[in-house]
């Protein structure tokens, strides 16, 4: 298990930030960071597929497109989780085509779609900081707050959400803002 770095509660809801392997959480739903296409991929993607094992990409061809800010739902295979939840990040093209909006999108549609499932407990990774470029430091403050407004937003629809981070600079920045966003 990822060893938990920070813990905030908001209502009923436990918010925790991690460092380690999402592939390894045992949580009712993992988000995948896709691409539009749902055919897997390098970074998380891969990882998840790898772990997964067949049957996700073949339940992946079968939705085959998920539009950037939008999430689907697929089943987990050999993973522990009983739902993977893949969203599209923003690739990062400078700032000005939206990709804060569409990375704020791309967590509260997981989010929103977890609860749809039945799911209470959710791991999630920093979505387009690894191939799609977001900034990291950004990018760190646009997921926790958006994921700060869904459970305002939302009280009580789950009960832990972990943001599961695999890079020591990853980690980092995500606990300056964890910090920025809901300690202080
Ligand atoms: P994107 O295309 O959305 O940028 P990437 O998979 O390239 O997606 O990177 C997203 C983040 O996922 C990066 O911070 C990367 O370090 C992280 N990552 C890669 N493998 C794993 C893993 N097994 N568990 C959690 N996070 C991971």
Not at 73 to 83: C, D, F, N, P, S
Not at 116 to 121: D, N, R
Not at 123 to 151: M, R
Request: hydrophobic share 45%; net charge neutral.
């Amino acid at each position: 298990m990822a060893q938990e770095m920070e813990v905030v509660t908001i209502g009923n809801t436990k918010i925790a930030l991690k460092r380690g392997d999402i592939t390894q959480e045992e949580v009712d739903a993992i988000v995948n960071a896709a691409n539009p296409r749902l055919l897997g991929g390098g970074g998380v993607d891969g990882a998840i597929h790898r772990a997964a094992g067949p049957s996700l990409l073949q339940e992946c061809r079968q939705i085959g497109y998920c539009a950037p800010g939008e999430a689907v739902v697929t089943g987990a295979g050999e993973l522990k989780a009983r739902y993977v939840i893949h969203t599209v990040g923003p690739v990062w093209r400078g700032g000005t085509r939206g990709e804060e909006r569409v990375l704020a999108s791309a967590y509260k549609e997981s989010l929103k779609r977890a609860v749809g499932k039945g799911a209470a407990t959710i791991a999630l990774p920093a979505i387009s900081t690894g191939a799609y470029g977001f900034p990291v430091d950004l990018a760190a403050k646009v997921s926790l707050c958006a994921i700060k407004e869904f459970v305002e937003e939302n009280p009580g629809a789950l009960e832990q959400i972990s943001l599961v981070l695999f890079g020591e600079n990853i980690y980092k920045a995500f606990g300056k803002a964890f910090e920025a966003c809901f300690i202080r």
